[in-house]
């Protein structure tokens, strides 16, 4: 009589690499998510900065011979062509949105103005990404005109 030998492996051994792996992936999990979190903040930021860095292109290059600025409110942002958001031309608005739990402080009464030419702001100060209430990022604005984050 000849034994018929099995390849394969058994039911333990294939549960104690389960186990494994189910630890592993319970203790990666959440330096993913931080990770994923950090990276969204922070395209989110360079959207922001980058977008105001167009508005401010916008306003150097005289385009529509006025001034360009940007409008902050809650997780909502707006660039603007004229000289304040009051006295803009809304149908040159572009609106932008964060992502949900995101939000905007600043120290900029939630208006910057680029000035037609030289591009320099009204005011310098820095907008602030908060992120689910307890992370910050930060662009900021000198009153040189050079935003940076």
Do not use: H
């Amino acid at each position: 009589m000849q034994k018929i030998l099995r390849a394969g492996f058994t039911y333990t051994e294939l549960l104690i690499v389960m186990g494994i792996f189910i630890a592993t992936m319970a203790i990666a999990l959440p330096f993913l998510s931080q990770f994923l979190a950090i990276n969204k903040s922070d395209t989110s930021l360079t959207d922001v900065c980058q977008n105001l860095k167009r508005t401010q292109f916008k306003a150097m290059a005289g385009l529509r011979g006025t001034k360009w600025g940007a409008y902050f409110s809650g997780n909502n942002y707006i660039t603007f062509s004229g000289n304040s958001y009051g006295e803009r031309q809304s149908n040159e608005d572009e609106n932008y949105s964060l992502p949900n739990g995101y939000l905007f402080t600043n120290d900029l009464n939630n208006e910057i103005v680029f000035d037609r030419l030289t591009g320099k702001p009204n005011k310098g100060g820095v907008v602030s990404l908060q992120i689910n209430g307890y992370e910050r990022r930060d662009c900021i604005i000198t009153v040189n005109g050079l935003i940076s984050f």
